[in-house]
């Protein structure tokens, strides 16, 4: 199994492109998931999918969109990018149901880099 | 307002010796804790979980203790060896937030030989 695979690794975009941040997993899991790492901040739920054709916003959800078309994918799209997204982007993925939803695996991240 | 808090950054440690990573949480509605650890250039790895029923959960090394009272738990490592040295993430979740997680700043640990 590949796990949770993300493309691209980084990315140097300026402000006003837009992109897609690729994320795919093997597993079949239901729960799948975006974050954002910032210095200090942790991670931040920016969307997330309970399974196929349901997405919901998390705590940042400004300037990104998510679609869940299959189980296995879930993009990330960025409208028009700002500098305020430059960031380490992780997808994950996880079983649903109690304290299974928790237990995420995680892909290897996307470094965006907005000038 | 960050209902997670990881209050030391950085953490140094020699091998062999006790590591203690602390976080302190605000949300009385955060019923299950976990611990993430990250290496460089890599995503978090689930290491270690405790819901609040219980006030201690050990797996091999590592231990995380819960306080729910002063809304405090702890990771300990005993004993520390060089590939413990990574970012550790606290994480909280609660059936209220639909049990998303809420993540701590993180802890940087460097364990010396």
């Known amino acids: 199994n590949a796990g949770v695979t993300q493309t691209p690794k980084f990315q140097v975009l300026k402000t006003g492109q837009s992109m897609t941040l690729q994320c795919a997993q093997d597993m079949n899991h239901e729960y799948m998931s975006w974050y954002r790492q910032d210095p200090g901040m942790g991670l931040r739920l920016i969307h997330y999918s309970v399974g196929a054709g349901i997405t919901d916003q998390g705590e940042v959800p400004n300037g990104y969109n998510v679609s869940r078309s299959t189980t296995e994918d879930f993009p990330l799209r960025l409208l028009s990018a700002a500098p305020s997204q430059t960031s380490v982007y992780f997808c994950?993925?996880?079983?649903?149901?109690?304290?299974?939803?928790?237990?995420?695996?995680f892909g290897p991240g996307t470094r965006l880099l907005v000038l | 307002d960050q209902q997670v808090k990881q209050n030391s950054p950085s953490l140094s440690v020699q091998e062999g010796r006790i590591s203690i990573l602390n976080c302190d949480y605000t949300n009385s509605m955060f019923d299950y804790f976990l611990w993430y650890k990250k290496y460089p250039a890599e995503g978090p790895t689930f290491l270690i979980s405790i819901s609040s029923i219980k006030d201690k959960n050990e797996d091999g090394r590592f231990t995380v203790f819960l306080n729910k009272s002063a809304k405090h738990l702890s990771l300990h490592i005993v004993p520390s060896q060089p590939g413990d040295s990574a970012v550790y993430f606290c994480?909280?979740?609660?059936?209220?937030?639909?049990?998303?997680?809420?993540f701590g700043g993180g802890t940087r640990v460097l364990v010396k030989p």
């Open positions: 994950a993925s996880s079983w649903s149901g109690d304290h299974s939803q928790e237990t995420q695996y």
């Open positions: 994480a909280a979740s609660g059936k209220a937030a639909g049990n998303k997680l809420t």
